[in-house]
């Protein structure tokens, strides 16, 4: 047991003196939480404190109808602006978003004939249904206005529309819950977690596999057999170094995260840790077989970095895999990137019992085991 300390020990203080090592387990984690973090912050599900959303009004002599049409768009987080018909010029880019209304709307509307909308948008399938929505709401509540104004006033004014506003309201609709509320993680919610997970594999995989590379080339290896201490210790200690490298990662990250991002881990931590304690292992494992396969150094960190990425991708680690297409979701359940990050979400994101994950956990130690049984047979001194 003292020969698997000594040579986990003398692994980690070597991969702690690489600069590159040092870069990519303190200095780029933070760097990625910030930019996926402020990329991802645009699938949020819900729309609560999102920025409003612009869109291009067109309506000719719109009338009255205009400030109430206006006042329900901007309820509904939308920053309308106003014009009487669309002009695309060299100097104005056309429009993302048009509501286009009917001409003279409000005298339609005075006179009880109907008028008709359109919407048109250039964003993805998923953001505009959710515009839709959105938009409808609006238009439906104006009709509601409509209604009770020309019910209860003289005529159908803004003077009616106004006193339709500031009436108080009569009936308050309470709304909870039924059942555990779920969100597509965005923000620093999707980035951490899954720039945490990344980096543990890209780490391991590149830096941890590089170095038993090196170790062999030089030579170094051949010391070892010929100390007195078995090939099992061996591979066990090289284990452990890699580990404790995986370890100082995830450490680093979630005290990154947390104190930095501001993250909030839910209320089940200890679950979570155990989650990427079962991650490292997994990472300690690949990255020890990928040292054994690996010919060169340059082969080494060139494959870790090829499989760390597409992981990460397939996995979920760079956008919620909600809004991935359906054979991406497929893909994520078969790869270990995918398990881990379902885990992390359903404690974090969806604050699932922990009891939850436990299938992924298990598997991930299979996954690990498997990868450390590779690695010892293909182990070899030279």
């Not at 009917?102 to 339609?108: E, H, L, R, T």
Request: charged content about 15%; proline content about 4%; overall charge negative.
């Amino acid at each position: 047991m003292r020969d698997i300390f000594f040579i986990g020990w003398q692994d980690v203080r070597f991969q702690l003196r690489d600069g590159s090592t040092l870069l990519w387990l303190f200095v780029m984690p933070p760097i990625f939480f910030f930019f996926i973090g402020t990329v991802t912050s645009g699938f949020s599900s819900g729309m609560s404190g999102a920025q409003a959303t612009k869109l291009t009004v067109v309506a000719e002599n719109p009338g009255f109808l205009k400030e109430q049409v206006d006042l329900r768009l901007v309820a509904n987080d939308f920053a309308p602006e106003w014009v009487e018909s669309l002009e695309t010029t060299a100097e104005k880019a056309p429009a993302t978003r048009t509501l286009t209304f009917d001409a003279g709307m409000s005298n339609k509307v005075v006179a009880g004939e109907p008028v008709s909308v359109v919407y048109d948008t250039k964003s993805n399938s998923l953001t505009r249904t959710f515009e839709e929505i959105r938009i409808q709401r609006a238009l439906y509540t104006v009709l509601a206005d409509v209604i009770i104004a020309d019910a209860t006033a003289v005529s159908l004014t803004s003077d009616a529309l106004a006193a339709v506003n500031e009436a108080p309201r009569v009936w308050a609709l309470e709304v909870s819950p039924a059942g555990a509320r779920q969100e597509i993680p965005s923000g620093f919610e999707q980035a951490v977690p899954g720039i945490l997970v990344m980096f543990t594999l890209l780490v391991l995989l590149t830096s941890g596999a590089t170095m038993l590379v090196q170790e062999r080339t030089k030579g170094l290896l051949r010391r070892l057999a010929s100390a007195p201490m078995s090939r099992g210790d061996v591979i066990a200690g090289k284990w452990q170094g890699r580990m404790v490298l995986a370890a100082i990662q995830v450490s680093t990250a979630l005290v990154i995260g947390t104190f930095l991002f501001k993250m909030d881990w839910g209320p089940n931590l200890a679950a979570v840790i155990i989650v990427l304690v079962a991650w490292a292992g997994f990472c300690a494992s690949a990255g020890l077989w990928l040292g054994t396969v690996a010919k060169t150094d340059a082969q080494a960190g060139g494959l870790g970095v090829l499989a760390a990425n597409l992981l990460a991708a397939l996995g979920g680690c760079w956008w919620p895999i909600e809004v991935a297409p359906d054979w991406m979701q497929v893909v994520q359940k078969l790869i270990p990137t995918g398990w881990t990050m379902d885990a992390l979400h359903k404690l974090i994101s969806f604050q699932a019992e922990p009891m939850s994950v436990l299938p992924n956990v298990l598997v991930l130690i299979v996954a690990a085991a498997v990868f450390g049984v590779l690695a010892a047979r293909r182990f070899q001194y030279e």
